[in-house]
């Protein structure tokens, strides 16, 4: 298995890359099917979304803490993070940081004197419906371009896929794409990345390759570039893929000071086997939700983004 740099991150909505239109294209061809590619697209188009609609000291996972407590309050901390997926540290700071705010109180449980249950402030409520306010606003930007049938069926798929997920949630947020986006991304990329390992093959190795594949020959900073990222925050990245003979490294004739980057024919062959994987991952899915809806579902997606 080839691993590489943590500077590597999802490839992200080819429409937000600055980039030009002959690899925008390359890139949708490439990856226009595969459900995980669109749901990430999707879900950072709905971040950005959420934040330009909500106040800048709150959050997205914080507006969610509060919708779940003011329908089951009161909540231990760790029953709140297990309905959002939330792991026991970022929950304790997510928590603080509302109790800090003013907007979540800790109370002893008295049915276990060593747990804490918590429950909403009594200014929390008039926040919580401001705050859903914003996110309603947020939603409608991001569906703009949908019907409101469309809409209502794309909910309704992105809650099949983590139907363990939805089933936690109070309706005012499972009737919201910008909360179902980001869970549904994270199941479909943990699953596509098991399939990949499975395989021998690093995940984030992967999608650099793609990347350069669409953008050969390019230098550090075009391929950077095309993945939204630092020129300098991949260097240990490509030393690793020339080191494992995935990529080779030429001088630029025009310019000493640059080198060119291309795929090695072990790489092309590591790409072929890793975009294979990625279609078994995209069939588990069809197998799943059924070819038609998998379908409709990518439709969707790519409307909202």
């Not at 429409?15 to 595969?34: C, E, W």
């Not at 939805?166 to 199941?187: I, R």
Request: glycine share 6%.
């Amino acid at each position: 298995m080839i691993s590489v740099g943590n500077g590597l991150r999802t490839l992200v909505n080819s429409k937000s890359m600055d980039t030009d239109t002959h690899t925008r294209g390359l890139i949708d061809r490439r990856l226009a099917n595969h459900t995980g590619h669109l749901v990430r697209a999707a879900a950072a188009e709905a971040d950005i979304a959420m934040r330009a609609a909500l106040p800048s000291d709150r959050s997205p996972r914080e507006v969610a803490s509060l919708s779940v407590l003011a329908d089951r309050q009161p909540m231990s901390q760790a029953e709140l993070g297990g309905v959002l997926h939330v792991n026991r540290t970022a929950m304790i700071a997510l928590v603080d940081g509302l109790e800090i705010a003013g907007l979540v109180r800790r109370d002893r449980d008295p049915s276990d004197r060593r747990r804490y249950a918590l429950h909403l402030s009594e200014s929390a409520t008039g926040t919580l419906e401001h705050l859903y306010e914003s996110v309603l606003t947020a939603e409608s930007n991001l569906t703009r371009s949908l019907t409101a049938a469309d809409h209502k069926r794309l909910n309704w798929l992105l809650q099949r896929v983590v139907p363990d997920f939805a089933e936690g949630l109070p309706a005012s947020l499972t009737s919201l794409s910008v909360f179902l986006l980001d869970p549904v991304s994270v199941h479909l990329r943990a699953r596509s990345s098991q399939v990949l390992r499975d395989g021998g093959m690093e995940p984030r190795c992967v999608r650099m390759l793609v990347a350069l594949d669409v953008s050969q020959p390019c230098t550090q900073e075009r391929l950077a570039k095309s993945m939204s990222l630092a020129a300098p925050s991949i260097v240990t990245a490509l030393d690793e893929l020339d080191a494992n003979g995935l990529m080779t490294r030429t001088r630029n004739r025009d310019d000493r000071r640059e080198q060119v980057l291309r795929l090695s024919a072990g790489g092309e062959r590591y790409l072929a086997d890793a975009l294979q994987a990625e279609s078994i991952a995209q069939s588990l899915l069809a197998d799943e939700l059924g070819v038609g809806d998998t379908a409709r579902l990518n439709e969707l997606l790519r409307a909202v983004i």
